[in-house]
């Protein structure tokens, strides 16, 4: 088959400026080429990017509800815990799980004995007792409690839940 008769079968698209090779219309004129200072990203990376992203957050959100979990089991049957007075000698600090959850039991210096969630009352991280200030620090988002669960400072508008306490003889018992 010559060079002529190929053409005729396959005639090439034509590229005139403006006109579609299949129906002979104008085209609207496509602006190729970017503005400057935008990074024209193809269809693949946009695509990527997406991918990255939506794995992005939900990598962080498996993350912050693996925390939670740890951070707060969840509340059970809330058994009273019962300790002896021998157990909490004056000036110190127990921890107990009531409820699934840490309690620190204190008998301050003078014998009163009282109880507190160790559970933050913003998005249920826990707090730590910082001895040498007299607080309590929930790491999670840097707030603050009094050592009887009073918020100082943060994100938390309500004090850490206090846990009745009942003494009879020399049993000690939290919650109930
Ligand atoms: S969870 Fe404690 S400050 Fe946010």
Redo the contacts with the bound molecule.
């Keep these: 088959m010559s060079e002529e008769e190929k053409k005729d079968i396959n005639p090439e698209p034509q590229e005139g400026p403006g006109e579609n090779p299949e129906n002979g219309e104008e085209k609207e004129p496509v602006d190729i080429l970017p503005e400057p200072g935008v990074k024209r990203v193809n269809r693949r990376g946009f695509i990527g990017k997406v991918l990255v992203g939506a794995g992005a957050a939900f990598g962080l959100e498996l993350g912050y509800a693996g925390f939670r979990l740890m951070?707060t089991k969840p509340v059970g049957e809330k058994k009273p815990v019962q300790l002896s007075l021998s157990q909490l000698p004056e000036g110190s600090r127990t921890t107990v799980l009531y409820g699934g959850n840490k309690v620190e039991v204190i008998r301050d210096e003078h014998g009163r004995i009282s109880a507190l969630s160790m559970v933050?009352?913003?998005?249920?991280?826990l707090?730590i007792w910082k001895d040498e200030e007299h607080t309590y620090h929930?790491?999670?988002?840097?707030?603050y409690f009094d050592e009887n669960g009073g918020v100082i400072s943060?994100?938390?508008t309500q004090p850490l839940e206090e846990i009745p306490v009942t003494v009879s003889g020399n049993t000690v018992t939290i919650g109930g």
């Design positions: 951070a933050c009352t913003h998005l249920g991280c707090v929930c790491p999670c988002h840097d707030a943060g994100p938390p």
